[in-house]
């Protein structure tokens, strides 16, 4: 299941396309999970090519806070921590 639209205020300012980023899981150079998210915005828009799946297609990540999901459609950035860091990636496209 997917989350509510984005909210205006998450609009175009807060959209970034992710060059060199792949694929979603793992801790190299390429990947959405390796992003370090601490500087980052609650709520901001990703974009990247995933490369990772056929045939291969472009993806929008939003970066929400955690709240108990997970699951298909989630992602878990390396740098997460229930106490300082307590956020996801959802895929909303």
Do not use: H, K
């Not at 472009?58 to 709240?67: D, F, G, H, N």
């Amino acid at each position: 299941m997917l989350p509510p639209p984005i909210p205006p205020q998450f609009g175009p300012q807060y959209e970034i396309n992710l060059t060199g980023v792949n694929t979603i899981g793992g801790s190299g150079y390429n990947a959405l999970c390796a992003v370090p998210t601490l500087p980052l915005v609650t709520g901001i828009v990703v974009d990247f090519i995933n490369t990772g799946i056929t045939p291969n297609a472009t993806q929008r990540w939003q970066l929400q806070a955690y709240t108990g999901q997970s699951g298909p459609g989630t992602a878990q950035p390396n740098d997460f921590n229930i106490q300082t860091n307590a956020r996801i990636w959802i895929q909303i496209a």
